[in-house]
Structures are given as C-alpha cells and as structure tokens.
C-alpha cells in the first residue's frame, strides 16, 4: 500500500477554485490574513472538509483542524496542512498547495475506503506570511508557544493598527478551542519550492531536511529635515541618505556570505516624503538568513557595525531592534526517512534540500516529530502574481505526503505487532 496515488485533477481544481478568492487581474492571489477574503476562503475549505467526513474545530487564534477519525480515536493524530493567507501581490500556490494536499489525501482515504491506526487532521494556520501583521507563522507560533496567546491577537495590522484578534473575531474566526493543547504524532508539511533549485536539477521532489535560521530587524535612522534649496550639502543630515547606505551594506553583508546567505530590505517609509525637503526620518526592515546560526550571528555583528558608522559618519540617531530571531531548525530524521521512502516507493527523482523560507513546519518541529515535502514552482519564482507549477508535479508531492502520512499514521500497528 505504499504506491496509492491521489486523483491529481481534483487537486488541482481545488486549487484552481480556491485561486478565485482574492484572484489579481495578473493571474496572482491576494488574500491577506484575516481579511474578509481570508474569512471567505476558510469558509470553503471548512465546507470541503465537512463533505469529506472531517470534523472541524477552530482554535482561539484561528487555526483550523479538520479531523479524520482513524480506529483508534485515543491515539495522536498525524497532522498536514499549510496556510491559506498569501502577499499583497501572491500567488496560487504558496500555502494553498499544502492545505488542498492534505484535503485531498483525505478524499483519496475515503475513495478507497481505506481506514488509518491513527487520526488524520489537516490544518490551516493563521497569519503564515506575517505581510499584514508582523511577524509571520504567528497562528503555528501561538500552537507551539513560541508566543503567548495575547501577544498573537494583538499583533497589529502594519499599516491601520487593527489587531489580529478583532479582525478574526469581525471574520467569525476567533474559536472557542485552547490554542496548542491538541497532541499532534507527526507533521507533514507539502509546500512548493519558492526557489530555483528543484526545477534546475530536474527533480519534482524535495526531500527538506531542515529551514534556515532568520533574524528580522526594525531600523528607525532619524536626521533633520530642512528645506532642499538653501540648505548646503555640507550642514544636511540627511535621513536617506544614511539609510541608503546602510541599505547597501545589508546587501554587501548578503554577498560575503555567499553562497548560502540571503540579505533584503522589503519595506521602506520616508518621512516627510516630500519632493523639496530633506528627509528626516527613513524607516526599514532587514532580513537575514543563512543555515549556519555562527554564519547568522556574524551577519548581525556586521550590521549593527555598518549602521552605527553609517550614522556617526552623518550624524544621525539610529534605533536598530532585532525583531525576530529563529534558529536554524532540523527535521526529524524519522519523518524525513519516511519522505524519501515514500518518494522512492512512487519512482519520483528527488534530493535533500535546505529550506531557503520559514514555514509552519519549522514551529511545529519545535514540539513534533516535523518534515516537509517540496516540489519544484516555475522559474523559482513565488509571492509573485506569476507563481505558477506544473500539476504533474503537485501530484508527484502530493502522492509522497500521501504515502508518508500513512507510513506514520499506520506506524503503531506495527509497533504494537
């Protein structure tokens, strides 16, 4: 029973449908996280779920649990899924593909009439991408109480202040259960690329056998404004100007540490952000990554070196705060045995690959047994409206987290034999 396979077209119709809640006119998804389209794409996936014979709970931070019951209801459940909020300007695929995985590997369970050991549960977490309210992957952080339940609701909206909280509860997705108290067996996250890697190396699966560390930074570099004309070059204090430069060291600090390092300013506001005066305060984020905490570490050095002589060189004020910091994570052996089994028993070329991205999956490993399953997405590309995927792969990936999910699901019988 290693070999069942998934009814591909009806994953992708799924996703297809799906794609048309917050559809862009370029082809994209923009379904922000506890937005009135996220309320309405949680609808649709809890009205799939409840067709399929799952019941379905919500937590207090809107994660949702669909759960397949298996013969023995005392046992933990395997769980799978991903996320349903995308970017501003995302796509089909991110998060999508993982939780229409798991809703489909329940579907094809039930075609075949096929009962587990252990439970199944298919999960959509709240608030992965953190593109409306920082940080991101609060939903599974909350789970894995990386945050405290207050500290998740009331994250604030980036730009109006609204919190998470009022707006799952305006969405009718603020639950009534605990958050983290459901025992999970194992998680299985599906999830495209989001990089070049697979597609290059002609492998429609990833074997991921662990996330790379990040560290987040909130800049605030404050000068003085004053008027553009008659202020001389010499007397400014020039807010972007610093920023810029320190701007390009985070990237030149991205470059020293190449190959694996990865270094970007995403968000930047200029203030007064007037076309004749000077500015004087320019606010940025940075983002570091790099699979080695030693190599993580010296980055952070490097920046906070860069930034302050940046400022004393032009006299500016500088307010530099970490954000956000985690590690760089492993997934468990076992479960990463069971992906790669579960590829070779389905004659998928695949490889061990590191995750460039934080997902769900790297909170989850901190108090479950986690791996995560890759397939490749067109050009590398991803939260970008052009995303895109070949569906031969999404059922390539889809039939190893089938085929994994059950190798775990199924373990205890031949434990207690």
């Known amino acids: 029973m290693r070999n069942l396979q998934v009814n591909g077209e009806r994953l992708w119709a799924s996703l297809m449908e799906l794609a048309q809640i917050g559809a862009t006119p370029k082809g994209g998804v923009c379904r922000l996280a506890a937005s009135d389209l996220d309320g309405q794409a949680r609808r649709l996936f809890i009205r799939w779920c409840q067709e399929a014979g799952c019941d379905v709970r919500v937590?207090?931070?809107?994660?949702?649990?669909?759960?397949?019951?298996?013969?023995?209801?005392?046992?933990?459940?395997?769980?799978?899924?991903?996320?349903?909020?995308?970017?501003p300007t995302g796509g089909k695929f991110d998060g999508a593909y993982g939780v229409m995985a798991g809703l489909e590997l329940v579907r094809t369970l039930n075609d075949l009439g096929y009962e587990t050991e252990a439970p199944i549960e298919v999960v959509a977490w709240t608030n992965e991408e953190g593109s409306r309210f920082s940080p991101a992957m609060v939903g599974s952080g909350v789970f894995a109480g990386v945050f405290d339940l207050a500290e998740g609701l009331g994250r604030p909206d980036n730009l109006t202040g609204v919190t998470l909280g009022s707006e799952l509860e305006r969405i009718g997705f603020a639950g009534a259960d605990p958050v983290?108290?459901?025992?999970?067996?194992?998680?299985?996250?599906?999830?495209?690329?989001?990089?070049?890697?697979?597609?290059?190396?002609?492998?429609?699966i990833g074997v991921v056998t662990g996330a790379q560390g990040q560290r987040w930074y909130e800049i605030t570099v404050t000068g003085q404004e004053a008027h553009a004309g008659p202020t001389p070059m010499p007397r400014r204090r020039d807010a972007l100007v610093g920023a810029a430069r320190m701007i390009d060291a985070v990237n030149l600090i991205g470059h020293a540490h190449a190959p694996?390092?990865?270094?970007?300013?995403?968000?930047?506001?200029?203030?007064?952000?007037s076309r004749n005066t000077i500015p004087g305060r320019v606010f940025f984020t940075v983002d570091f990554r790099h699979p080695d905490d030693a190599v993580l570490s010296a980055m952070d050095d490097e920046l906070r070196r860069a930034c302050e002589a940046v400022a004393v060189e032009i006299g500016l004020d500088l307010d530099l705060k970490e954000f956000w910091y985690f590690p760089p994570t492993q997934f468990d052996a076992d479960l990463v045995g069971a992906v790669r089994g579960a590829a070779e028993a389905q004659g998928y070329p695949h490889q061990d690959i590191i995750s460039g991205a934080g997902h769900d999956a790297v909170y989850l490993a901190r108090v479950a047994p986690t791996a995560m399953i890759f397939v490749p997405c067109v050009g590398g590309i991803s939260h970008n409206e052009i995303e895109d995927a070949k569906p031969e792969d999404l059922t390539a990936g889809c039939n190893v987290l089938l085929n994994a999910v059950l190798d775990r699901a199924n373990a205890v019988t031949s434990e207690r034999s």
Do not use: W
Not at 59 to 87: C, E, W, Y
Not at 260 to 273: H, K
């Open 59 to 87: 937590d207090k931070v809107g994660n949702i649990f669909a759960r397949r019951p298996g013969r023995d209801a005392s046992l933990a459940p395997v769980m799978t899924g991903s996320h349903l909020d995308t970017q």
């Open 180 to 204: 983290g108290s459901r025992p999970v067996a194992a998680y299985f996250e599906a999830h495209i690329e989001q990089g070049p890697i697979l597609e290059a190396a002609g492998k429609p």
């Open 260 to 273: 694996y390092a990865c270094a970007t300013v995403g968000f930047v506001q200029v203030s007064p952000n």
